[in-house]
C-alpha cells in the first residue's frame, strides 16, 4: 500500500513539473509571437528545467535561437531532437529548419543534405523543395567561386616559378661576362677604359673646352698689349707738351 501511495505522489509530481514546463512553453510562445525572441528563449529554457523531455520547448527554443542570428546553437538544437526522432513528420521539420540554419551560415553543401534528409521523411514538402533548389544554386556558385580562386592562385605560383628562372640566367649571365674578361686581358683592358670614361661626370650647361679657354686667353692677351701700347703713346706726347709756371 505504501509502494502505491509512493507511485503515485512521484506522477503527480511529474505531473506537477509537466504542467509547469508547458505554462513556460505557452509563456514563450506569446513573445515568441511578439517578436521578444530572446525574452521566449528564457520561458523555453526554463520549461526544459521543468520537463527534459519536452520536444515542444526544445524544437522552439531552436527556433527563437534561429531568430537571434544564433545559428550554430540553433542547429546544435535541431541536430540533438533529429538523433531522438520521435516521428518522421517531426523528423522533416527538424531537417527543414537544419537546413534553414546551416543556409544562413553559408554552408550551402550541409544545407543541401539537410533540405533532402526532410524531403525524404516528407516527399510532398514544397517549401523544402524550394529550398532544396536554392541551397544547390547557392552551392554551384560558391564552388565555381573557389574554382575560380583556385586557379588564379594556380596561375600566380606558376608567374612566380617562371620568373625565378630567368632571374638566376641573367645573374649567371652576368658573372659568364665576368669570367670571360678575366681570360681575355685586353678585353678587360677595354672594358676597364671603357668603365672609366663611363665613370667621368658629365658635360654641364655652360661649360667650355679648353681649346675655346685657350683661345680666349690668347686674345685677352693681344687686347692688354694694345691697351698698354696705348697708354704708353700718351704718356710719351704728354711729356712733350710744355709746361706752365706757376707763380
Known amino acids: 500500500m505504501r509502494g502505491f501511495v509512493f507511485i503515485l505522489l512521484v506522477l503527480f509530481a511529474v505531473s506537477g513539473y509537466s504542467q509547469q514546463g508547458k505554462k513556460y512553453v505557452r509563456k514563450g510562445n506569446s513573445d515568441y509571437k511578439d517578436g521578444k525572441y530572446q525574452q521566449a528563449e528564457v520561458e523555453y529554457r526554463r520549461a526544459l528545467e521543468k520537463d527534459p523531455a519536452s520536444f515542444r520547448a526544445d524544437y522552439n527554443l531552436g527556433n527563437s535561437l534561429y531568430k537571434q542570428n544564433q545559428y550554430d546553437a540553433a542547429a546544435g538544437r535541431y541536430s540533438s531532437l533529429i538523433e531522438k526522432k520521435k516521428n518522421a513528420s517531426d523528423a522533416s521539420r527538424y531537417y527543414y529548419n537544419l537546413g534553414n540554419t546551416m543556409f544562413q551560415s ?41 574554382k575560380q580562386q583556385q586557379n588564379q592562385n594556380n596561375k600566380e605560383n606558376k608567374q612566380n616559378q617562371e620568373n625565378q628562372p630567368q632571374q638566376k640566367d641573367q645573374k649567371d649571365q652576368k658573372n659568364d661576362n665576368q669570367d670571360s674578361q678575366k681570360d681575355n686581358p685586353e678585353q678587360q683592358q677595354q672594358q676597364e677604359q671603357q668603365d672609366a670614361e663611363n665613370r667621368q661626370p658629365q658635360s654641364v650647361k655652360g661649360q667650355i673646352s679648353p681649346e675655346d679657354a685657350e683661345r680666349i686667353l690668347q686674345a685677352l692677351e693681344n687686347e692688354e698689349k694694345q691697351v698698354m701700347q696705348k697708354v704708353q703713346e700718351k704718356k710719351e706726347k704728354i711729356h712733350k707738351t710744355p709746361l706752365d709756371k706757376n707763380w
Open 106 to 146: 553559408k554552408k550551402y553543401s550541409e544545407s543541401v543534405d539537410a533540405y533532402k534528409n526532410a524531403l525524404r521523411k516528407n516527399p510532398h514538402d514544397v517549401d523544402a523543395k524550394h529550398n532544396l533548389q536554392l541551397a544547390m544554386k547557392m552551392l554551384q556558385n560558391q564552388q565555381q567561386q573557389q
